[in-house]
């Protein structure tokens, strides 16, 4: 197993949400912690408030529920590789400047919530090999200017979030590279359905095509 780094405040934070959901006042080693969570009844949700120096938390973990990125303004690699998670909920990222890779290699993960991109100039690789994510609540790549293959090996995304996406690509204010939904590595199926939908005249006009 990959080996991380993890502040002592972070595995504070995961030992409250531990206790809390257990209703205990028990004080866990680092070692414990998986068992713990594994007793958890209602399924791994942890609110851990992250640091800038984690690239992840447990790769156990099924759900993350309002990961607090408060103060933080780099988000690459956060959630990279975590092989169980299948829905992740976040609050206060619209201080983040990178989120490359960011979600990558969550081939389990199907949902996205809280997430403020705003703000975000790298988006590369976000969600990379998340073949099950379907839901992205909020897209946005407003101030973003590189956002090459964002989406590759995303084939699930539902047809809501695609339209969403094509929303996000008409209201970019410092994009200047190649407009084409290939560089954001939606496939050619994704691109001809993203034709069909309602949003698609909006990126249309400001200067996007399907690439393929």
Request: glycine share 8%; proline share 2%.
């Amino acid at each position: 197993m990959a080996k991380v780094l993890i502040e002592d405040t972070t595995l504070t934070d995961i030992a409250d949400s531990i206790r809390g959901k257990r209703g205990e006042q028990t004080t866990y080693k680092p070692s414990q912690m998986a068992g713990a969570i594994d007793g958890i009844e209602s399924g791994y949700i942890i609110a851990a408030k992250p640091s800038n120096n984690t690239s992840g938390i447990i790769d156990t973990i099924q759900e993350i529920k309002d990961a607090d990125f408060t103060g933080m303004t780099g988000g690459t690699y956060f959630f990279q590789n975590l092989s169980q998670v299948t829905k992740i909920s976040v609050k206060n990222t619209g201080g983040l400047i990178t989120g490359g890779s960011m979600f990558a290699g969550c081939p389990n993960l199907t949902e996205i919530t809280g997430l403020d991109m705003s703000n975000i100039s790298n988006t590369a690789f976000m969600f990379n090999g998340d073949k099950s994510l379907e839901t992205i609540s909020e897209v946005s790549f407003k101030n973003a200017t590189y956002v090459a293959y964002t989406f590759q090996n995303c084939p699930s995304l539902s047809n809501e979030t695609l339209n969403n996406i094509l929303l996000a690509l008409s209201n970019m204010t410092k994009y200047t590279n190649t407009k084409t939904l290939k560089q954001l590595a939606l496939t050619q199926a994704q691109a001809t359905t993203c034709t069909t939908l309602s949003n698609w005249s909006l990126a249309q006009a400001k200067g996007w095509t399907t690439g393929y």
